[in-house]
C-alpha cells in the first residue's frame, strides 16, 4: 500500500494517517496470532542523519522485528548474525550489520512469521542511498516466503513509483484521508476542552467550531 504527494499535498496528513494505521495495528499485534509489525520515519535532519540511510532504516525494522515484547528473547536468526559479526572482529568492535546482511537476516524472520512493514515518507531517504532501500524493499517483497505487507507514504517521485510498480499497489488520495482527518482533530479538540487543557476548559461553541474548522484546513493543505 502507498501514499503519495499526488494525491495528497504537502501537509494533508500523510504522517498523522501512517502513525494511525501504526497505533491500529499495534491494538492488533496484542494478540499473539497478529502478525509482527514493524515501522520507521524517515526525515532529513542533520541532527539525525540515520534517519535518511537505508542501512539504519532496515536495521531498526529488523531490530522490531527480532522480538514482539521486550520480555521475550531476540529470536535466533538476529542472534546468530550477531555472534558471527563478534567473532569476525576477533576482540575489536563489532561493526553493524550490512543492509544486506539485514535483508538476508529480515528474511529468514520471515520463513516462519509474516509481518507488517511501515515506512513514513520514503522519499527522504537520503537521495544518493534511496535506490538502495527501494531495492532492499523489492528484495524483501520477491523473496519472503511468508506473507509480507509494506504500507509506505511517499512523494510520487519516479524512481518510487517504478521500483514498486511490480508488486500490488493501492493507493490512497486525500478524499480517503480527510474525513480520518475531521474526526481525529474534532476527538482531540473535544478531548482538550473536557481535561481544561484547552484555555482552562472554558470554550464557546463558536471558538470550539471555529478552532476545528481551521485545523482541519491546515491538515489538508
Same mark, same amino acid.
Given at each position: 500500500?502507498?501514499?503519495?504527494?499526488?494525491?495528497?499535498?504537502?501537509?494533508?496528513?500523510?504522517?498523522? #494517517?501512517? +502513525?494511525?494505521?501504526?497505533?491500529? #495495528?499495534?491494538?492488533? +499485534?496484542? /494478540?499473539?496470532?497478529?502478525?509482527?509489525?514493524?515501522?520507521?520515519?524517515?526525515?532529513?535532519?542533520?541532527?539525525?542523519?540515520?534517519?535518511?540511510?537505508?542501512?539504519?532504516?532496515?536495521?531498526?525494522?529488523?531490530?522490531?522485528?527480532?522480538?514482539?515484547?521486550?520480555?521475550?528473547?531476540?529470536? /535466533?536468526?538476529?542472534?546468530?548474525?550477531?555472534?558471527?559479526?563478534?567473532?569476525?572482529?576477533?576482540?575489536?568492535?563489532?561493526?553493524?550489520?550490512?543492509?544486506?546482511?539485514?535483508?538476508?537476516?529480515?528474511?529468514?524472520?520471515?520463513?516462519?512469521?509474516?509481518?507488517?512493514?511501515?515506512?513514513?515518507?520514503?522519499? *527522504?531517504?537520503?537521495?544518493?542511498?534511496?535506490?538502495? #532501500?527501494?531495492?532492499?524493499?523489492?528484495?524483501?517483497?520477491?523473496?519472503?516466503?511468508?506473507?509480507?505487507?509494506?504500507?509506505?507514504?511517499?512523494?510520487?517521485?519516479?524512481?518510487?513509483?517504478?521500483?514498486?510498480?511490480?508488486?500490488?499497489? #493501492?493507493?490512497?488520495?486525500?478524499?480517503?484521508? +480527510?474525513?480520518?482527518?475531521?474526526?481525529?482533530?474534532?476527538?482531540?479538540?473535544?478531548?482538550?476542552? *473536557?481535561?481544561?487543557?484547552?484555555?482552562?476548559?472554558?470554550?464557546?461553541?463558536?471558538?470550539?467550531?471555529?478552532?476545528?474548522?481551521?485545523?482541519?484546513?491546515?491538515?489538508?493543505?
Amino acid at each position: 500500500m502507498m501514499t503519495s504527494d499526488q494525491e495528497f499535498p504537502a501537509g494533508s496528513g500523510k504522517t498523522m #494517517l501512517v +502513525s494511525s494505521v501504526i497505533e491500529s #495495528l499495534e491494538r492488533e +499485534s496484542s /494478540d499473539s496470532i497478529a502478525a509482527p509489525i514493524a515501522y520507521f520515519y524517515c526525515a532529513r535532519d542533520a541532527a539525525e542523519p540515520e534517519r535518511a540511510h537505508p542501512d539504519e532504516i532496515m536495521r531498526t525494522i529488523l531490530e522490531q522485528l527480532s522480538s514482539s515484547d521486550p520480555c521475550l528473547p531476540i529470536r /535466533d536468526p538476529v542472534v546468530r548474525a550477531y555472534k558471527t559479526m563478534k567473532k569476525e572482529a576477533k576482540g575489536r568492535k563489532s561493526e553493524k550489520l550490512s543492509l544486506d546482511d539485514t535483508v538476508d537476516v529480515i528474511l529468514i524472520l520471515l520463513e516462519t512469521n509474516p509481518a507488517t512493514i511501515i515506512i513514513d515518507a520514503l522519499d *527522504e531517504c537520503s537521495a544518493e542511498r534511496r535506490q538502495d #532501500l527501494l531495492l532492499a524493499i523489492q528484495k524483501i517483497i520477491r523473496r519472503s516466503h511468508n506473507l509480507v505487507k509494506f504500507f509506505v507514504s511517499s512523494r510520487d517521485d519516479h524512481d518510487i513509483a517504478y521500483r514498486l510498480s511490480d508488486s500490488p499497489n #493501492l493507493y490512497i488520495s486525500v478524499n480517503d484521508n +480527510s474525513k480520518d482527518i475531521e474526526h481525529f482533530v474534532d476527538f482531540q479538540v473535544n478531548r482538550a476542552i *473536557e481535561e481544561e487543557r484547552f484555555l482552562c476548559g472554558k470554550v464557546s461553541s463558536t471558538l470550539k467550531d471555529h478552532t476545528i474548522k481551521t485545523l482541519t484546513a491546515k491538515a489538508e493543505g
